[in-house]
C-alpha cells in the first residue's frame, strides 16, 4: 500500500522558497544519483543540465515520502525525461548504470578530488587533469604548477579540512570568535549561519554572520589571534547600487574565508578526529562575513542558504513580484523603492510569502 502524502504532489511548487524542506530526506537512493549526474554536468560546463538536475535533487528532497514508483512523481515539477529515467532504473535495479560509469570515469574522480581542496575550482581542476596530474601528490611534485596562497594553504591543512565539522566543533568556534571580537567591540553580534542554522549535524566550514548594532562600527571589524589562514576581502558595498540579476554574483561585505585552528579542549566530547591522530587540535575551516546592521536581514538568508533555496527566492521575487533581492538589498521595479527589512520574517512578508524556518530550507 502506497503511504499517504501530507502535501500532496500536485500541490509541491517549481519555486524551492514555496516549499518545506528538512534535512530528514526521504528519497537518498534518487537524491545520491542525481547529485553524481549534476556534478558530471558541471565538470563538463553543461550548465543547463547541471541546474536541472539540481532542481529535481531539491523537489525530492522536499517530499515526506519515499517515492515507489514513477506513477508518485505524476504532477511533480521540474523533472525531467532523464530524471525520471534514472528514477525508474533505480526503482527497478536499485540502481543507475550511467551513475556507476560517471564514478568509475578517471575525469570525474580527478575533478572531485581535486575540487575538493580548498581555493581550487572546477577550471583549475580541468587544467591539472588535462596535464595529465591525476593525483594530489602528483600536483604537489609537478615543478611548472603554481599554487596561489588559498590552494597553498588547501593542501597544507587538506586533511584537516576534508573532515566534516560537528555541531559541537561549530558552537566551540563560536565561542572563540565572539570572544575575541567583543575584545574589540563589546556589544558586537555573531550568529550561526549555513548548514548549522538549517540544522545540520553536519558541515563541511562554519558559517557566521557578524555586525554591531551601531551603523558603521562594523568597518575594519578584524579577527585577529586565531589565523592560521585568512583570505579577508575589505568591503566593495555601494549603498546606491541595485540588487544583483545573478545568482552566483558574490556580495560585496567585508569578508573573511579562513581556516581556524580549534583545540580539543575547546570542544565538549573533543574533536572529529581520524584513527591515529595523536594531536591535541584540527583546523576547521570557517567563513565570516560582515554586513552593515541595516542589511543584516537580507545577508542572513543569503548565507543560511541553502544555495537552491536562496536561488529560487531571487527567481521568485524577480518572475512573480517584480523585485531584485540579494545578500545586500530588497527593490520594487514597480514602486522604485529600496524596501526595509530589519528581521528574515520582514523579508518574506515584503515578498508575500509564508515564512519558512531555517530548519525547512534545506532545499
Ligand atoms: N554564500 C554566499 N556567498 C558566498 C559563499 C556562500 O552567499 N561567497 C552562501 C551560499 O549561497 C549558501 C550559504 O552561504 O547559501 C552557505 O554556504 P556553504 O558554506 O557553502 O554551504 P552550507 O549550506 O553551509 O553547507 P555545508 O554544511 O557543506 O557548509
Ligand atoms: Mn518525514
Ligand atoms: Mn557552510
Ligand atoms: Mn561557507
Not at 530524471?83 to 551513475?99: D, Q
Not at 574533536?271 to 552593515?292: A, F, H, K, N, S
Not at 543584516?296 to 533581492?325: C, H, N, P
Request: net charge neutral; glycine share 6%.
Amino acid at each position: 500500500p502506497q503511504c499517504p502524502s501530507p502535501t500532496p504532489v500536485a500541490q509541491v511548487s517549481q519555486y524551492a522558497c514555496k516549499r518545506r524542506t528538512t534535512t530528514e530526506n526521504h528519497n537518498k537512493m534518487f537524491t545520491d544519483a542525481l547529485e553524481v549526474l549534476a556534478e558530471s554536468s558541471e565538470f563538463c560546463e553543461n550548465e543547463g543540465p547541471c541546474l536541472a538536475f539540481l532542481r529535481s535533487v531539491s523537489v525530492l528532497k522536499s517530499l515526506s515520502f519515499a517515492v515507489g514508483s514513477l506513477k508518485a512523481t505524476q504532477g511533480l515539477p521540474c523533472l525531467g525525461e532523464h530524471t525520471k529515467a534514472v528514477m525508474e532504473e533505480i526503482l527497478m535495479f536499485g540502481r543507475c548504470f550511467e551513475v556507476e560509469k560517471i564514478q568509475c570515469d578517471e575525469r570525474y574522480q580527478a575533478l572531485k578530488l581535486f575540487t575538493g581542496v580548498f581555493g581550487v575550482g572546477p577550471k583549475t581542476a580541468e587544467k591539472w587533469y588535462s596535464r595529465g596530474l591525476r593525483s594530489l601528490r602528483e600536483i604537489l611534485t609537478e615543478p611548472n604548477i603554481k599554487l596561489n596562497k588559498m590552494q597553498r594553504a588547501g593542501f597544507l591543512y587538506y586533511r584537516d579540512i576534508s573532515k566534516a565539522v560537528s555541531k559541537a566543533e561549530a558552537k566551540a568556534l563560536g565561542r572563540i570568535i565572539e570572544e575575541t571580537v567583543h575584545s574589540i567591540v563589546p556589544d558586537a553580534i555573531l550568529d550561526l549561519t549555513g548548514g548549522f542554522r538549517r540544522g545540520k549535524e553536519y558541515g563541511h566550514d562554519v558559517d557566521f554572520l557578524l555586525t554591531t548594532p551601531e551603523m558603521g562600527k562594523e568597518k575594519g571589524l578584524l579577527l585577529q589571534g586565531i589565523l592560521l589562514y585568512c583570505e579577508h576581502q575589505d568591503s566593495t558595498f555601494d549603498v546606491t547600487k541595485m540588487p544583483s540579476y545573478r545568482f552566483e554574483a558574490m556580495d560585496h561585505f567585508q569578508k573573511c574565508f579562513m581556516i581556524l585552528r580549534l583545540a580539543e579542549d575547546q570542544v565538549e566530547g573533543g574533536l572529529q578526529r581520524d584513527l591515529g591522530d595523536t594531536r591535541c587540535w584540527r583546523g576547521v575551516r570557517v567563513d565570516v562575513v560582515v554586513p552593515p546592521v541595516d542589511r543584516y536581514a537580507f545577508t542572513l538568508i543569503g548565507w543560511t542558504g541553502s544555495r537552491m533555496f536562496v536561488r529560487d527566492l531571487r527567481r521568485f521575487a524577480r518572475k512573480e513580484r517584480q523585485m531584485l533581492f540579494d545578500n545586500h538589498a530588497l527593490y520594487d521595479k514597480t514602486k522604485k523603492l529600496f524596501l526595509r527589512a530589519t528581521t528574515e520574517e520582514d523579508v518574506f512578508a515584503h515578498l508575500g510569502l509564508e515564512y519558512v524556518e531555517p530548519w525547512q530550507r534545506n532545499a
